[in-house]
């Protein structure tokens, strides 16, 4: 059974602050070996749902390099996770935070904007930090930024994922046994 639970965006956007700038040696670094920034928000997503998705291939999740869901790191499939589109759509009702894309204004601290070039192709994925009136600052890796002005981006869209709750599973089969066992493991 799954329940929902609140996304803790200020631990969130402690995670991203703490490491915008360096490295946290549970994870991979891909600075280098394809970029590192869908990697750094999915663990900062991470630090604000504690919750994975441990589907194969559709899933949202790590366990070591070599072990990994697609959406962990990929720009594209991390959206379409969290969005749950086209065959994300059969986990997107599973375990793990899921979001909707919003407009700018709508964004919130610990929500993810993702940029597109001129083409099209959407190719950097960034958290948002702090917001001070119209501004949005926003923390990264690959090109390492800690509360950064959206503005000194360049881009030639973005899209904001306002990440709406996680779902959470419950074991109810353990609830049944301590009732049933009127919370006495011996009986």
């Given at each position: 059974?799954?329940?929902?639970?609140?996304?803790?965006?200020?631990?969130?956007?402690?995670?991203?602050?703490?490491w915008?700038?360096?490295?946290?040696?549970?994870?991979?670094?891909?600075?280098?070996?394809?970029?590192?920034?869908?990697?750094?928000v999915?663990?900062?997503?991470?630090?604000?749902?504690?919750?994975?998705?441990?589907?194969?291939?559709?899933?949202?999740?790590?366990?070591?390099?070599?072990?990994?869901?697609?959406?962990?790191?990929?720009?594209?499939?991390?959206?379409?996770?969290?969005?749950?589109?086209?065959?994300?759509?059969?986990?997107?009702?599973?375990?793990?935070?899921?979001?909707?894309?919003?407009?700018?204004?709508?964004?919130?601290?610990?929500?993810?904007?993702?940029?597109?070039?001129?083409?099209?192709?959407?190719?950097?994925?960034?958290?948002?930090?702090?917001?001070?009136?119209?501004?949005?600052?926003?923390?990264?890796?690959?090109?390492?930024?800690?509360?950064?002005?959206?503005?000194?981006?360049?881009?030639?869209?973005?899209?904001?994922?306002?990440?709406?709750?996680?779902?959470?599973?419950?074991?109810?089969?353990?609830?049944?046994?301590?009732?049933?066992?009127g919370?006495?493991?011996?009986?």
């Amino acid at each position: 059974m799954l329940i929902t639970k609140t996304y803790d965006r200020e631990r969130a956007v402690e995670y991203a602050l703490t490491w915008a700038l360096d490295r946290n040696p549970l994870f991979i670094d891909f600075t280098g070996i394809g970029g590192n920034c869908t990697n750094f928000v999915s663990q900062c997503v991470l630090a604000g749902s504690c919750t994975m998705n441990y589907t194969p291939d559709f899933g949202w999740y790590y366990v070591s390099p070599e072990e990994r869901a697609p959406a962990w790191s990929s720009v594209e499939f991390f959206y379409d996770f969290l969005t749950g589109r086209e065959s994300f759509a059969s986990v997107n009702g599973g375990a793990g935070p899921y979001a909707k894309e919003v407009l700018r204004e709508e964004a919130e601290i610990g929500d993810v904007v993702q940029y597109a070039n001129s083409e099209g192709d959407w190719y950097h994925t960034v958290i948002i930090t702090r917001i001070d009136g119209e501004e949005i600052y926003v923390s990264a890796q690959s090109d390492d930024a800690r509360d950064r002005p959206i503005s000194s981006y360049n881009f030639a869209s973005a899209r904001f994922l306002h990440i709406e709750g996680v779902r959470v599973a419950l074991d109810d089969d353990a609830c049944y046994e301590i009732l049933l066992n009127g919370g006495n493991e011996d009986r």
